[in-house]
Every structure is written in C-alpha cells, then in structure tokens.
C-alpha cells in the first residue's frame, strides 16, 4: 500500500509535519514510496536529513524504527540475538531433558531479542525504518543491509527466512564520512541535500518559530549565510538556525546587530576558532 499519491501530496503532507520540501524532496519521497525502493540521503551535518524520515513518520501515521550506526554495529546490535540468559535459565531447569528437545525450546520466538532491522521487518503496520549515519558503520554491516534491502527478508538459521509482513518505507542517511558501496547504492534512489536557499530557510524558521518578525528573520538567515561562507570547522546546521531565532525571541530583540551576533555566536558556532574566525571575517568588533 502506497503511502503518498503524489508528490504534490508529499510535499503538503510534509509540511503539515513542520518540514518545507521542494519539488527534488517531494518527487524522490513519491518515488521511493511508489517504487518500494529505499531511499539514500546523502549531505552535510544538519541539512535535515534525519528529520526527513521523521516527517515521512508523522504525515503518514507510521511508526518510526531508528537503526543508529556507529563504528562497532554488529548484527546482534542491528537484526536479533538471543536471550543467552533467559537460555541459561531454561537450559537448567530442562533437567535430564535430551540436548535435542532442549535446542528446540530456547531456539524459538520466546527467547528472540528483535533489534531495529527484524522489528520493521515484521510489523504489520505503516512503518519506516530510518537506518541512520549509514557511513559510520564498518563495510560488513553493509552486507547484511544488502540481504535486507534486497528482499526485505532476514534468514535467523533456527528460525528460518522472515520475509516482511508489510514493506517498511526505508531512510538511510549519510554525512558522506566514507563511500557506500555501489551494490548497496544500486538499491536505493539517491537524494542529495544541501543547506536550503536563504528564500526557504526563511520559511523554515519562520514556520517553527512562531511569533518571530518576517524582517528579523531575514537578517538571521542572511548572518547565517555569511557563516557558512566562512572557512570554518562546522557550519551551522538548519536546527542551529532555529534555536538562534529562538535564542533573539527569548531575549526579546527584534534586530541583530554586530553586537547580539558576537554575544549569541555559541547558539550556531561551537568551536572557538570558529567563533574567532567569525568576529574577524565580520568585523564583529
């Protein structure tokens, strides 16, 4: 069952959520939901790339399943293991029970652990599984990716193959920190997001900051484009844009002069020579 009729339905649906698209988000989403196919977004820190998975959640009423990489994810962490203590438990009270029938009664449903890849595989409902920073997983996980992605199927050996009751609707993301195989990209549609145009960005802040001035919105977004010109470790993210709009809100200014930017740059700049560099390039005093 399809969850978006069209991409104009995406980017409306979106935007109920809190999350403006444009016309390259909304058709991918479509695609992907129209095509089953998972969807790879790729770009900066803080472009909203998590928050896209979490607005696909909210508009169609699916619940979200995170799979969070990280150097070190094995399959135990990512698909199932089992309960080894619950095991333990039964393997003592089995008493002279042969080897046999005691592997058959810890080796079952009751002493499965689910992790995030198993969880969407077998739920039922609306779904979407968000395997996120998919580069900071180690190459092997990519393999096991590869069998889920590829069939939306597990295969657990005392179990099994588990194929999925219901096609989850599939978000990797990626700060492009290393590059993805090509077998797994070849399963994905591909959308790559970069910071929004200040146009959108306005209307980004100006959406999920209520009560803040259309003109001091306009001074934010341009301060914030003339950050992420600079050369600097970390440029501001969107959600670092928001929280300043808020931050001048909650001081109860209503312009940004030289002086509220160099007195609230560690709300968008969390290096020191970042903020240096930024008191400099703008001649901040």
């Given at each position: ?224 484009g003339a950050l992420r010109g600079l050369e600097i470790k ?42 240096q560099r930024a008191v400099k390039e703008l001649k901040l005093?």
């Amino acid at each position: 069952m399809s969850l978006f009729s069209s991409p104009g339905q995406v980017a409306e649906a979106l935007a109920g959520s809190g999350y403006l698209t444009d016309q390259a988000i909304a058709t991918t989403v479509f695609l992907a939901d129209a095509l089953g196919k998972p969807l790879l977004v790729e770009g900066p820190a803080g472009v909203g790339k998590t928050e896209l998975a979490k607005a696909v959640a909210a508009a169609t009423d699916a619940e979200l399943i995170r799979l969070q990489c990280y150097e070190g994810l094995d399959e135990a962490r990512a698909l199932y293991e089992w309960n080894y203590k619950k095991q333990l438990l039964r393997i003592q009270a089995a008493g002279d029970q042969s080897w046999d029938e005691t592997h058959d009664d810890i080796f079952n449903e009751d002493f499965l652990l689910e992790r995030p890849l198993l969880a969407a595989i077998r739920r039922d409902d609306p779904t979407v599984l968000l395997i996120d920073e998919t580069d900071k997983a180690d190459v092997e996980v990519e393999g096991l990716l590869l069998e889920v992605l590829s069939d939306f199927q597990v295969t657990i050996p005392e179990l099994g193959t588990i194929a999925a009751r219901r096609r989850p609707f599939v978000v990797l993301t990626s700060n492009a920190a290393r590059e993805l195989s090509e077998a797994l990209k070849r399963r994905c549609l591909y959308l790559y997001l970069d910071y929004p145009s200040a146009e959108r960005e306005r209307d980004i802040v100006l959406s999920r900051v209520p009560g803040i001035e259309a003109a001091l919105t306009e001074q934010l977004v341009a301060t914030i484009g003339a950050l992420r010109g600079l050369e600097i470790k970390k440029q501001p993210s969107i959600a670092e844009t928001i929280d300043w709009a808020r931050t001048l809100l909650a001081l109860g200014l209503d312009t940004l002069d030289e002086e509220t930017v160099k007195a609230t740059l560690g709300v968008v700049l969390k290096h020191v020579s970042d903020q240096q560099r930024a008191v400099k390039e703008l001649k901040l005093g």
